[in-house]
Structure formats: structure tokens, C-alpha cells
């Protein structure tokens, strides 16, 4: 003779916790996996655009920042019905008028990121900028600023954006190398010396 036995009613409060927690489990898994995709994505352009990882970590920063700001968005919606990409919209609104007041600075790490993808000189070459007096080899190349070494011993440091607001005359030379290479210099790097006067 089968027993029934009687199945015990979970509380509904129970249900709505255990719900919770699986919605909190669900988004930190998608938020770990979408920070572990931007990651990989960045390296994939690193070695395409032959740049060393570290010149490009501002990029898997912002990528894992807008994962972060995604999954709060979510679980602020979840638990307290808030809209949450509503209130961002302020925030950066208000981060958007900081960003235009440090515009300049911005503008040449975008340059040099630039200057990877482009390539239009390398490590190495004779460049001119024109209508400006300025000329040298070029010897080092970072976030904001791309050395020349004139003719005659000194080294001129040119912003990156102004690459993309002037005519620049390149010369190739046998000894250039890519720009990835030399992107963040070394620590035992050293300037060249001056000549004697």
C-alpha cells in the first residue's frame, strides 16, 4: 500500500531569497565572464596592432568598468526598483563636462593609440612636420608625447595629436623599427648623450 507522504510547503519568503540569490549568482557568473571576454578581446588587438599590453590596459580598465556599472544597473533594478541607467545618465553627464576640460590630454593618448593602428613613421625615421620648423629622428614614442632628436643634439617632444593636424614628411631609414616596440621604453633605457660643445 503506497504512503503518501505529505510534501512540506516551502514559505514564500524562502522562495523569494533563494530567487535573490540565484539572480545575484547568475549576474556575478555573466559579469566575471564578460570581464574575462574584454580581457582576451584587448589582447587579441595588442598583438594585432603588435603593442605591448600594458599600453593598451586602459582599455580592458574602461572595458570592466561599463561590466561593473551593468551588473550594479541590474541588481539596483532587482532589489529597489531603481533605474539605475537613469541616474548614470547624470553621473555622466557630469563626468562628460570633466572629460572636456582635460580634452587635450585625452585627445593625445587617443592619438597614440592612433599612431599604433596607423603607423605612419616608425622608430627610427626622419619626420617633418609641416608648416612648422620641426624635424628630427624619431626615438621614443608614449602616451602623450613622440621624441625627436635633431641634428644638432636636441630632443624635441611633439604632442601625438598634433600628428593628425599637420602634413608630416616621413623618410625611412634602414635601422627603423615598429613603433609597438618602442612604445613604453624601458627602465634601462637611457637618452641619448648630448654631443660635446
Same mark, same amino acid.
Given at each position: 500500500m503506497p504512503m503518501n507522504l505529505p510534501i512540506p510547503a516551502i514559505p514564500a519568503e524562502l522562495v523569494s531569497?533563494?530567487?535573490?540569490?540565484?539572480?545575484v549568482g547568475l549576474v556575478?557568473?555573466?559579469?566575471?565572464?564578460?570581464s574575462v571576454i574584454v580581457g582576451r578581446v584587448v589582447e587579441w588587438f595588442a598583438v594585432r596592432l603588435q603593442a605591448p599590453r600594458l599600453s593598451l590596459r586602459p582599455l580592458v580598465i574602461t572595458g570592466r568598468f561599463l561590466v561593473l556599472v551593468v551588473a550594479i544597473s541590474s541588481c539596483a533594478d532587482h532589489f529597489f526598483g531603481v533605474d539605475f541607467f537613469a541616474l548614470m545618465g547624470g553621473v555622466l553627464a557630469l563626468i562628460a563636462i570633466g572629460f572636456f576640460a582635460v580634452w587635450s590630454t585625452l585627445s593625445n593618448v587617443l592619438c597614440s593609440l592612433f599612431l599604433l593602428? @596607423? $603607423?605612419?613613421f616608425q622608430v627610427?625615421?626622419?619626420v617633418e612636420l609641416l608648416p612648422d620648423? @620641426? $624635424?628630427?629622428?624619431?626615438?621614443d614614442l608614449n602616451l602623450f608625447f613622440t621624441t625627436l632628436a635633431t641634428d644638432d643634439g636636441r630632443l624635441v617632444q611633439?604632442?601625438?595629436?598634433?600628428?593628425f593636424q599637420r602634413v608630416v614628411v616621413r623618410r625611412r631609414t634602414a635601422?627603423?623599427?615598429?613603433?609597438?616596440?618602442h612604445?613604453?621604453?624601458s627602465p634601462s633605457s637611457t637618452p641619448p648623450a648630448e654631443p660635446p660643445r
Open positions: 531569497h533563494l530567487q535573490d540569490l540565484i539572480f556575478v557568473a555573466l559579469s566575471i565572464g564578460a593602428t @596607423v $603607423r605612419p627610427g625615421d626622419e620648423p @620641426v $624635424r628630427g629622428r624619431v626615438t611633439i604632442p601625438n595629436n598634433l600628428f635601422v627603423a623599427l615598429p613603433l609597438g616596440e612604445f613604453a621604453p
